[in-house]
């Protein structure tokens, strides 16, 4: 029997791995987690600097699982960046480019947190700049921004919570596997996965998911100063387009990136052709506003199940989300 040449090549190059994994040699496969963020220059000569952050992907303070490494989460790396601009008298403007379907709510909180306590202590600017996709959480991110700018094709809004709490009791039920609990209390093992939910614990995670939608809320209304018939339609935590969000008062202007770092020049007092930089943990060649890599990547992470519907799901644990579901698959 003809084995085919992919199956052949895959074997070898396990085996070489498992050879030298055996012999003690270290080879350095994936991205390197230890390199630490140095300044980047992408444009600009004069005095002064506006510094481009890239929030990418799901929002989570939980390490990212690249082939063969871990990377640090989006909350790790924003925050260093914000640290290292801290230190940097020349840091006069933050530009906060979103590209996010949001994540959990503390990820979330602790963002929009450390962004504002940055702005509020150098008296700096913050321009947001949403791309594709700025929902939910990536949306709660862009809050403390002087000016929220959108793509033409963003998608944005999704303003509330979501609660998620897999359950196998119908599948377990059928396959005949049952599971014995002994505990303290009647709401102790309240959302398990193996039982239905009670009418009691049901009441008691409404009022918890209702409590977290309507902070999100309160800070959309206080920060964007809506009036009733903009908060009321946000309220209903559906996704908008550009135009539609522009319409009720959710950000300040559509136009491009290059638009928005100018505006950011502009309100910071920056002339223009103040330097643009970034935090990057190596050089990439013809660098510019566009490129999204912190850190090297091989790509995709490994995985022998690169499905549509199955990609995304091992990133949507039991949890309390700011998160535009669909939005994890295009990440």
Not at 23 to 46: F, H, T, W, Y
Not at 47 to 56: E, P, Q, T
Not at 182 to 193: E, T
Request: net charge neutral; glycine share 8%; charged share 25%.
């Amino acid at each position: 029997m003809m084995v085919p040449q992919f199956f052949k090549k895959t074997f070898l190059t396990l085996s070489c791995l498992l050879l030298m994994g055996c012999s003690g040699l270290q080879v350095q496969l994936g991205p390197d987690p230890l390199r630490p963020l140095k300044e980047v220059l992408l444009e600009g000569s004069e005095a002064g600097k506006v510094l481009l952050i890239n929030a990418r992907g799901s929002i989570s303070d939980a390490p990212k699982k690249e082939f063969m490494a871990e990377m640090p989460g989006l909350v790790q790396e924003i925050v260093s960046q914000l640290r290292l601009a801290e230190k940097d008298p020349e840091v006069k403007a933050i530009l906060l480019k979103i590209d996010s379907p949001g994540g959990t709510i503390t990820a979330c909180d602790i963002l929009y947190q450390e962004l504002l306590a940055l702005k509020e202590k150098k008296n700096l600017k913050i321009i947001a700049v949403m791309m594709n996709l700025a929902a939910s959480g990536g949306y709660y991110i862009s809050l403390p921004a002087d000016l929220i700018y959108a793509h033409p094709h963003t998608v944005t809004g999704s303003v509330g919570a979501l609660l998620v709490i897999p359950k196998i009791s119908g599948l377990m039920e059928k396959l005949g596997i049952g599971v014995e609990v002994s505990k303290s209390g009647r709401n102790k093992d309240m959302a398990a996965f193996y039982r239905g939910t009670t009418p009691e614990e049901q009441e008691i995670l409404d009022k918890m998911i209702d409590r977290a939608g309507r902070h999100f809320l309160e800070l959309v209304s206080r920060h964007r100063k809506l009036g009733d018939r903009e908060k009321a339609e946000i309220a209903t935590a559906r996704i908008f387009s550009a135009e539609e969000a522009l319409a009720l008062k959710m950000i300040d202007r559509i136009g491009y990136l290059p638009e928005a770092l100018k505006e950011a020049k502009k309100i910071a007092g920056l002339p223009e052709e103040a330097k643009v930089i970034v935090y990057r943990r190596h050089r990439n060649p013809n660098d510019t506003l566009y490129n999204t890599l912190n850190s090297e990547s091989l790509g995709q992470p490994f995985s022998l199940l690169r499905l549509p519907l199955v990609e995304g799901l091992d990133e949507l644990q039991p949890g309390f989300y700011y998160l535009w579901a669909p939005g994890l698959n295009k990440q």
